[in-house]
């Protein structure tokens, strides 16, 4: 267990970084660019591509403007183009063709597989490299830093320990000592195929108790998601099952859908429970604390998980830098950051449970409600979320 220093002194020159995902690497490049030393440590033994794809709104590309780090994912992406929400059988609900995102916000929205962000984020902290292999056990701090102790025997020193090892955080374990994340009641089938980009439109389509989308990648490849009601824990019997539970699920929903699954090896086929934690204070203490997924995991209605850890980079490393306590930076950092994520992480709980009704009736009324929502009003809400800049 870990314990919080009576006295923190000494502006931070050392990071111990826990965690090589979006959060961790992103935190590593902010902290690198305010003139602080990562020492990134992740318990995966490479860094071999994980997961499907990502959207990067305009808050998260200001982010990544600040500390200089992967520009070109910019150019080299598919922006996200007239898209919203449609019902199962296809009809657009509500449409982002008129939004123009980049005008309002100073920055587009891009699509891109999270290997391509992980690749700009290792290439922008370079020289500093990841060390793999390496699982925390345990940390202690005192008053002039924190040492943290890996489970092969690995010792390391340093001046701030940032806990971004994700959802099921070694280090919040640590701290918090509060359990495993909620269940949201449902599980997500994700995957990225290869599929004929004019033949789709990007947006998420509800229907009965699921949601699929659909956002093409650059390069002719599409990124997809389906989710649907389950019992947290039920597991399939193979990549083979997964798919074709997929394709029973969505058989009667609108096209292309049940072709791109089709077209989708089956070993592609990701699928898991969906999970987030209710907001809680507390989450910086003394020289420790935590970013991204392991302080405010979120469910992905709002698409802003890996966007938030980014921001959450970016004020971390600005705290720290600005600061000549640890403790008192990690302070401020934790109260910028905890109203804001608190809010999208109720947001996307309660838009999940929305997407997620079964009766008829409550659909009919649900969508059109959605449908009759002002542009001014969608526009006033998407601004809160993705206008901001950290």
Not at 297 to 313: F, N, R, Y
Not at 347 to 366: H, K, T
Request: include cysteine.
């Amino acid at each position: 267990m870990s314990s919080a220093p009576s006295v923190t002194s000494g502006r931070a020159r050392t990071a111990v970084v826990v965690g090589a995902g979006i959060g961790g690497l992103c935190a590593a490049v902010a902290l690198a660019r305010a003139g602080i030393e990562p020492l990134v440590f992740e318990r995966s033994r490479d860094l071999a591509p994980l997961g499907a794809g990502l959207t990067l709104w305009p808050n998260a590309l200001h982010a990544l403007r600040r500390i200089e780090a992967g520009a070109e994912l910019e150019t080299q992406s598919a922006a996200l183009g007239a898209g919203g929400i449609r019902t199962s059988r296809g009809k657009t609900l509500v449409s982002t063709a008129d939004l123009e995102l980049e005008r309002r916000f100073g920055a587009p929205a891009i699509v891109l597989h999270r290997s391509e962000l992980q690749r700009a984020l290792l290439d922008a902290l370079a020289p500093f490299r990841p060390t793999l292999g390496a699982s925390l056990d345990r940390f202690e701090q005192d008053e002039t830093g924190v040492t943290a102790r890996f489970d092969d025997g690995r010792e390391v020193r340093g001046d701030v320990l940032v806990g971004a090892d994700g959802v099921d955080s070694t280090v919040r374990r640590l701290l918090l000592a509060d359990g495993g994340p909620r269940y949201a009641g449902y599980i997500a089938w994700r995957a990225v195929t290869r599929f004929d980009a004019g033949r789709v439109i990007a947006a998420e389509s509800w229907g009965p108790g699921s949601v699929f989308g659909l956002l093409p990648l650059s390069d002719g490849r599409l990124y997809w998601f389906g989710t649907c009601p389950a019992r947290s824990g039920e597991r399939d019997e193979g990549p083979e099952q997964r798919r074709q539970e997929v394709l029973e699920r969505f058989a009667a929903w609108h096209e292309p859908i049940s072709e791109v699954v089709e077209s989708t090896a089956a070993a592609d086929v990701l699928r898991h429970d969906v999970v987030d934690r209710p907001p809680r204070r507390g989450w910086s203490q003394g020289r420790a604390t935590l970013l991204g997924d392991a302080a405010h995991p979120m469910t992905p209605h709002l698409g802003q998980g890996a966007c938030q850890a980014i921001e959450d980079a970016v004020v971390l490393a600005r705290c720290l830098g600005a600061a000549e306590d640890v403790a008192q930076a990690l302070r401020a950092y934790e109260s910028r950051r905890f109203e804001r994520t608190a809010r999208i992480v109720e947001r996307s709980r309660r838009i999940g449970r929305l997407a997620q009704w079964r009766s008829p009736l409550a659909i009919r009324a649900r969508d059109a409600l959605v449908e009759r929502l002002p542009a001014r009003v969608q526009l006033d809400q998407l601004a809160e979320v993705v206008g901001f800049r950290a």
